[in-house]
């Protein structure tokens, strides 16, 4: 059975920072981690992504704010550090797995990211 779970969301002051954590457990094998996110109202949309081999992809909005990356030891944990958060930037943050084998796309239960003016 396939786990995901995120950690590390919060509330935090325009300009600050967050990190974000992602783990997934179980005998799969993983070819691309992500990070989306939903705000009220919104459709949930793309963050940034990182493959097996370690390629990253930003939305727009967060590019040289965000950093995505996997840990060197345990290749199934992920995170997403946050800086020069913007109240824009509140919403629900979901991880999000795609499988090697079939594209299986997995999603953890999503943390809270608040950003006060």
């Known amino acids: 059975q396939v786990q995901v779970v995120e950690s590390g969301g919060g509330l935090v002051q325009a300009g600050g920072s967050l990190r974000l954590s992602c783990a997934a457990s179980?005998?799969?094998?993983?070819?691309?981690m992500g990070w989306y996110r939903q705000a009220p109202g919104k459709q949930r949309e793309l963050v940034a992504t990182?493959?097996?081999?370690?390629?990253?992809?930003y939305a727009d909005s967060v590019k040289g704010r965000f950093t995505i990356s996997r840990d060197n030891t345990n290749k199934n944990t992920m995170y997403l550090q946050m800086n020069s958060l913007k109240p824009e930037d509140t919403a629900v943050y979901y991880c999000n797995v795609v499988s090697s084998v079939y594209d299986l796309n997995y999603w953890g239960q999503g943390t809270q990211v608040t950003v006060s003016s």
């Open positions: 179980g005998r799969f094998s993983i070819n691309v």
């Open positions: 990182i493959t097996s081999g370690g390629r990253t992809n």
